[in-house]
């Protein structure tokens, strides 16, 4: 009898995640093409063949299901950079990496969602406990800049955490605020990790 209880309880544990995974694809779909804001909660059902109420079982408001595609994204995003970093590249190698992995992310994800994700990225709504510093991109970044510095390459004087943040703070700026695929943005994103590596470079 309990052996059945076991398998009744993870064949529902398994619908569950099946339904959840339905809706955030759903969800996902209704954001590329309206953005977020406009998104329509009855389309997002429609299309995941579920309750209007499952959808907030699974997912409270629109902005939670951004919060998951950005961890999601996230980890991706951070196992490439571990993966690169695991070669030792040089700190200007891994700055470029960085923006390379990025805005593979946003055409990935197209320009609308990706703007959607770094304004709920940034949103005073997040979790007070969801600090900057734990974020896994942050952590392998980071880790370069100090292994930089304890190599010689980074002026002793750089603060790692903070140049990590101020570089993404840069990067996504300016993602954001350029048009995607044009010779004047490939331009600036190479003239911007010029600009930090020589900011950190050791004299």
């Known amino acids: 009898m309990a052996e059945l209880g076991g398998r009744r309880a993870r064949g529902s544990d398994l619908q569950r995640r099946q339904t959840r995974q339905r809706i955030f694809r759903a969800a996902i779909a209704e954001f590329k093409r309206t953005g977020m804001a406009d998104a329509d909660i009855g389309a997002i059902v429609a299309a995941a063949g579920v309750a209007r109420g499952t959808f907030y079982f699974h997912f409270p408001s629109k902005e939670h299901v951004l919060l998951e595609l950005e961890r999601r994204e996230e980890k ?4 490439e950079l571990t993966r690169f970093a695991a070669g030792s590249p040089s700190l200007p190698d891994m700055l470029a990496e960085v923006v390379r992995v990025v ?3 946003e055409r990935r994800l197209g320009g609308i969602l ?3 994700v770094l304004a709920v990225h940034f949103s005073p709504m997040r979790p007070d406990d969801d600090e900057w510093t734990d974020h896994e991109i942050i952590v392998v ?3 370069r800049i100090e292994a930089a510095r304890a190599a010689g ?5 750089v603060d790692a955490t903070l140049s990590a ?3 993404l703070l840069g ?3 300016l993602l954001t ?3 995607r695929s044009t010779a004047l943005r490939t331009v600036m994103l190479d003239n911007f990790v010029a600009q930090v590596w020589r900011g950190m470079e050791a004299r």
């Open 153 to 157: 390459a980074v002026d002793a004087s």
């Open 76 to 79: 991706r995003i951070a196992g």
């Open 103 to 105: 805005v593979a992310a």
């Open 114 to 116: 990706f703007k959607d």
């Open 165 to 167: 943040m101020y570089f």
């Open 177 to 179: 605020t350029t048009q």
């Open 141 to 143: 970044l980071v880790g």
């Open 171 to 173: 990067l996504y700026a």
